[in-house]
């Protein structure tokens, strides 16, 4: 199976603390621009943050594995050596997480790698990996 990327619009507050985040924080390439937009490459998938003056974000949360996982989120599933180098460059970004960096399921179907944090407009992002990729659906 041949993964297509992803695309996904979501609104910022402010274009030039976005473009530090994305560009500099998570080390996403720049794609076109406008006064009012800016599409980042996110490990190959397109993403689109919008200028907004609206307070979009939600402060809904699920409990999972111990954990408040916001509802809203969004983010990609990485190989587990791209997973960890992310961590360790938010971590030398002093990255406040949402939740830290850890292994999730542990010793369960779905084992995982995962961490949450959120942009400087609140956007909520989950990064994670799978040591075998055939667990990211596993149920049992």
Known sequence: MTIRPFHVAFPVHDLTTTRHFYE?????????????????NLFGHQIT???????????????????????SHWGVILTMSEWQTLAERLKQHQTRFVIEPYI?????????ATMFL??????ALEFKAFQDDAMIFATA
């Open 24 to 40: 500099t924080v998570l080390g996403c390439p720049i794609g076109r621009t406008d006064e009012r937009w800016i599409d980042f």
């Open 49 to 71: 943050a919008h200028l907004t003056a609206a307070d979009e974000t939600s402060e809904a949360t699920n409990p999972v594995d111990g954990h408040a996982v916001p509802v």
């Open 104 to 112: 999730r399921f542990k010793g369960k179907p779905g084992e995982q």
């Open 118 to 123: 959120r942009d400087p407009s609140g956007n």
